[in-house]
Each structure stands twice: as C-alpha cells, then as structure tokens.
C-alpha cells in the first residue's frame, strides 16, 4: 500500500532517542524550564508556563486572569474548537463577531463594539498566516481596557510585521502538541511578561483541569530539542510552502496565502465559493482516497451561526495542506497535482 501523506509528522532527530530514554528512566535533567525559556523567547515575551494541552494552556490563562462565570471573552467567528472548549469549561461566556474577508480573523470594527463592562479578554491570531490585524486588534483592546491575548497555536516563529506573533498581547497562547511542525504528542503554553499572571498560571498548573495536566518530562525532553531546532524546522516547512505556491498558482478554483515571513508552519488554502458542498466533500474525499490527508482549518462556533455569516460562508472553504519538516519536494508536489485533479473532477459536470 502506499504510504500516506501525514498532515503533520514529527520533526524527529535520532538524537532524541537517548534523551527520551533517560527521560523514561528518570535520569534526565528537567527539560521544562529549557522548553518555557523557548517558548518565551520565540514569542520576546518575559515568562511561559507550559501544561500538557493547548486547551488546558487555554483554561489556566482564563483562570489565572479571573475569566469566569458572568465574564466575557470575544473572539472571530473563525477559531479552534479547543478555544471554545475552554471558555466553555471556566463558565464564561464566548461572544464571536464576524470576520474580515481578506485576514479571516475578528473584524476590528465589530470587534470594538462587541467589547462590553463584563468583556475580560480578546482572543485573536492568523487563520492562514495573514497577521495584518493583529496590531489594530492590540490598538482597540488597549483602547477599551480589555487583555489582548495572541493565539499563536501552531505558528510559532511567525513574524507579525517588525515583531514575532505573541509579542503584542498581554499573553499569548502556543500549541506545543501534535498540530505543530515542532509539536510533540501534546501539550501547550501560555507566554506572558506579566509576572502576576504567570505566578497565577504556575499556582494553577496542576489544578487548571479534572486532571494534572503538567507537561510529562518525556514529552518535555522533546519539546526542548525541537524547539531548539525551530528555525531549521520552520526552514524547511517555508521551502515546501514556497514550493506549494509555486505549483499551485494558477489554479482558478484556489486562493494561496502570501508568504509574509521566514516562519511558514502551516499552509492553508481557500477553496473557491463557487465549489458547492457536494463538490468540496468530493475534493476532500478524493484527497484521502489517495492517502493524502487534508483537514477543514477551522470551525465556527456555536453562537455564531446567526452573528457571523462571513465566518459561515469562509469555514468550509479553508483547507489545510500537509506542512511538516519531513515533506519532501515530491510529497508536496504528489500533493499539489492530486489537489488540482480532485478539484478538475469535481468540477467536470459543469456545463
């Protein structure tokens, strides 16, 4: 059988093998300050704390920033489902304005407005790379009072104009785990230069969920490798997305993402609206038949279904690519030419 196309592969390096066994043995050294140093490096933030999830990364900021029952955090229509999870699970309430069309996250207007007395933070960060509005969304929450918190998820060592994503808010909040090209099997973080936060986020470490969630020494002995190799991984992911432009423009039914930086971790596309759903599920089943997995970007929250309809309209139409370290040119390019066959198939009914 063929081998399939992962969406994401680790970045493994043989030299993580006699660490992780030292690590399984109990004789490692503590990795965890080496991967929060990282983390807080990469983003120029002062401070990291990292947990086992992005998701309990997400429910200890809340926590530790007093974000609960009768409190408010908005974000775009667009988002991670593991973000609407931990609003859910602290008891607050999560308000979605719509989107702007041409950077996918919260429009800055819409935005302004759906900040109220009870609104405790604003989650923002790129859908495909497109960072453009993260300082006018940093502007307005200064503006009103509210704390700006960057969702920088997977894409650590991006570059939002002069400064790396996570520098502008008051935290910012990085997957650690499998989604990301320097991911391991879990885990996630909170970066922040506000000493008091992180002392909260730290007291909260081991009581933020049902369960411990400290990131295992295990899994923080390979954090600490791959992290310290993030700018050769982030290389190679930006040449094959580089490549992955190259090949695919042109394609009418496709709008690529512009490369705006030297971090390129994942690779999103937009499916044209004029592809209908039936088409789209053809596409992605099509895409999977051949082995080569692809992922819907995105979802829409719950409550956004009346509030966002750009958010909506967009959702089905962000397809994420494979991107990782171990891509190899003739991956991306098995890729790109089943993308483009799938969606001439699809579309060869049409008169």
């Not at 992962?6 to 050294?29: H, K, Q, S």
């Not at 997400?58 to 991670?80: C, F, H, I, Q």
């Not at 993260?134 to 704390?147: H, K, L, M, T």
């Not at 008091?196 to 969630?213: D, E």
């Amino acid at each position: 059988m063929p081998e399939t196309i992962r969406l994401v592969e680790p970045a493994f390096n043989p030299e993580e093998l006699p660490a992780i066994a030292a690590a399984l043995n109990g004789t490692a050294d503590n990795a965890l300050p080496a991967v929060e140093q990282a983390v807080a490096n990469c983003t120029r933030q002062h401070d990291a704390v990292a947990v086992a999830s992005f998701e309990d990364a997400t429910v200890m900021l809340l926590k530790a920033s007093g974000v609960g029952p009768g409190k408010e955090v908005v974000a775009g229509g667009l988002l991670d489902a593991r973000l609407e999870a931990a609003v859910h699970r602290v008891g607050a309430r999560l308000v979605c304005v719509d989107v702007d069309p041409v950077h996918l996250g919260p429009d800055v207007e819409a935005l302004a407005h759906a900040m109220t007395a009870s609104t405790r933070a604003v989650f923002a960060g790129p859908i495909d790379g497109n960072c453009t509005m993260v300082e006018a969304i940093a502007v307005a929450c200064v503006r009103q009072g509210v704390a700006f918190v960057e969702i920088v998820s997977a894409w650590l060592g991006l570059q939002a104009g002069d400064r790396p994503l996570g520098a502008r808010g008051r935290a910012a909040l990085i997957d650690l785990g499998g989604l990301s090209p320097c991911g391991v099997e879990y885990g996630g973080a909170v970066a922040t230069s506000d000493n008091t936060l992180a002392c909260a986020c730290r007291a909260l470490r081991t009581t933020s969920g049902p369960a411990p969630c400290i990131l295992p020494p295990s899994m923080a002995v390979i954090a600490a490798l791959r992290l310290a190799r993030l700018d050769a991984i982030n290389e190679s992911c930006t040449r094959a997305a580089g490549m992955y432009v190259r090949t695919l423009a042109g394609t009418a039914e496709l709008t690529l993402p512009a490369l705006q930086g030297p971090a390129w971790p994942r690779f999103v596309v937009r499916l044209d609206d004029a592809l209908s759903e039936t088409e789209r599920e053809e596409i992605l089943d099509g895409m999977r038949r051949h082995d080569i997995e692809v992922c819907m970007t995105v979802e829409t929250a719950g409550s956004a279904a009346k509030t966002c309809p750009r958010a909506v309209a967009m959702a089905p139409r962000l397809l994420t690519l494979p991107l990782h370290a171990q891509l190899s040119d003739a991956d991306v390019s098995l890729v790109a030419q089943t993308l483009e066959l799938m969606i001439q198939r699809a579309t060869f009914h049409r008169d």
